[in-house]
């Protein structure tokens, strides 16, 4: 298993009750990997009420993807995704040393320029992980917070043994980690709070063995369900009380602007999503009956 003279990209999706979005993420991955991966199941049996026509949509794709029904035990979201991960970068003929996996959730969207920046950075072999800043967006395409994930995770002589690759919750092993971050306007713009909050909330309950989740379940209830974007400071005000922080989220994993308020975007919605009309939505959370 030599270095290759030209890296190879290969992209892995997984999904549930998204029907959507499913087809902009597929159809993005397609543009930017060598070879895809998708999944569509529920990690715990709370998440099955949400099945929608998410499959029957990955499907259509037929043969231009590997649409793979792994039967793993449902448990929770921690152990399993990362369980998938694995089974299915195994499968590609590209699941070799100085290869490249690049993860997308179906919330998760890139633009050109940002790919052709990964591509140099890929070709460049100096770098074994890249780390994208993200636009986190909440209520709807124009209000978000900042944060960043890694994504890009290069294949090393330890990750063709089977015990170092994807861990729980989704971490690549490295032995020398050499990350790159990619700058947040070539990086995600990331619609993790304009997918379904009630299904959300549900894998929240479940999303870790023996670990309480307690504060996001609280949180996404209280604040995020009744957050007013024409009366920020009131809710700001209440998640301090509630959460000891004055921003949007009950944690420093996103970040707010110096007043704990959302930022704005002005940047163009990603390719990929240009006919999805999803920026024309004021509310995702009443597509969801939410609020």
């Not at 099955?48 to 649409?67: C, P, Q, S, V, W």
């Not at 369980?83 to 040393?97: C, D, H, K, R």
């Not at 919330?107 to 636009?135: A, C, P």
């Not at 549900?202 to 009744?226: A, F, H, L």
Request: charged letters at 25%; hydrophobic letters at 35%; a negative charge.
């Amino acid at each position: 298993m030599g270095y290759l003279m030209s890296p190879k990209i290969i992209g892995l999706i997984c999904a549930f009750g998204c029907e959507s979005w499913i087809s902009y993420s597929i159809k993005q991955a397609l543009e930017f990997c060598d070879d895809v991966y998708v999944n569509i199941s529920a990690h715990s049996s709370i998440l099955n009420k949400y099945e929608d026509n998410t499959h029957n949509i990955a499907r259509d794709f037929g043969k231009d993807i590997n649409l793979i029904d792994i039967n793993f035990n449902q448990s929770n979201h921690a152990l399993i995704k990362p369980a998938i991960l694995n089974y299915m970068m195994a499968l590609s003929p590209y699941f070799s040393v100085g290869n490249w996996i690049w993860v997308f959730d179906s919330d998760e969207y890139y633009t050109i320029n940002g790919y052709k920046t990964i591509q140099d950075i890929v070709y460049s072999n100096r770098f074994n992980e890249i780390l994208m800043e993200e636009y986190y967006f909440y209520i709807n395409t124009k209000k978000y917070l900042e944060g960043s994930h890694p994504r890009l995770f290069k294949i090393e002589e330890i990750n063709i043994n089977p015990n170092y690759r994807f861990v729980p919750a989704q971490r690549w092993t490295v032995i020398d980690k050499r990350s790159y971050t990619l700058d947040r306007d070539l990086g995600m713009r990331h619609y993790g709070m304009l997918q379904n909050p009630n299904m959300k909330l549900d894998m929240w309950k479940t999303e870790y063995p023996n670990k309480s989740q307690d504060n996001k379940v609280t949180w996404i209830d209280t604040i995020y369900r009744k957050y007013n974007l024409d009366d920020e400071e009131t809710w700001i005000s209440e998640n301090e009380r509630m959460f000891g922080i004055k921003s949007p989220w009950f944690s420093s994993s996103f970040v707010p602007d110096k007043g704990g308020k959302l930022f704005t975007y002005n940047g163009d919605i990603p390719t990929f999503l240009k006919d999805s009309g999803f920026d024309k939505i004021e509310d995702f959370r009443k597509e969801y009956n939410f609020i």
